[in-house]
């Protein structure tokens, strides 16, 4: 699928993906409004929402209640380059969680598509016409 980029006012940039719109902006402090998640957000975001889906996955074909499940995504920054250095996810499962999954489970999580093409990433090419 491509995905096609369009301008609003400020510093709004939106993707047109299929039937969707994804509405982006930056904070105040750095020249938007705050109106929407900046692209950085959602390329943060996509992670934790990848695993999660491989985690609902992995239960609904168990006949697992997920909805006490959570996932929590930590990000690690270098203090003076202010560098994302790293990305730390934990499943947080609720007590009746069957012990036997729960090594599984984050296995599940580890089959996510984005963490799979952040160790491996594409080739990026950019060009006018």
Do not use: W
């Amino acid at each position: 699928m491509d995905i096609e980029v369009f301008f609003e006012e400020g510093a709004k940039v939106n993707a047109r993906m299929g039937n969707h719109i994804i509405k982006t902006d930056q904070k105040a402090h750095g020249g938007g409004e705050d109106s929407a998640p900046a692209p950085f957000d959602y390329f943060l975001a996509s992670l934790a929402t990848c695993a999660g889906i491989y985690v609902k996955v992995f239960c609904d074909k168990r006949g697992i209640d997920s909805s006490g499940i959570r996932i929590l995504q930590k990000h690690r920054n270098d203090p003076e380059s202010r560098k994302l250095n790293g990305i730390d996810l934990e499943i947080l499962l609720p007590e009746n969680f069957p012990e036997k999954y729960r090594d599984a489970v984050i296995k599940a999580a580890d089959r996510c598509a984005v963490k799979r093409v952040l160790k491996d990433p594409p080739e990026i090419h950019l060009k006018t016409l």
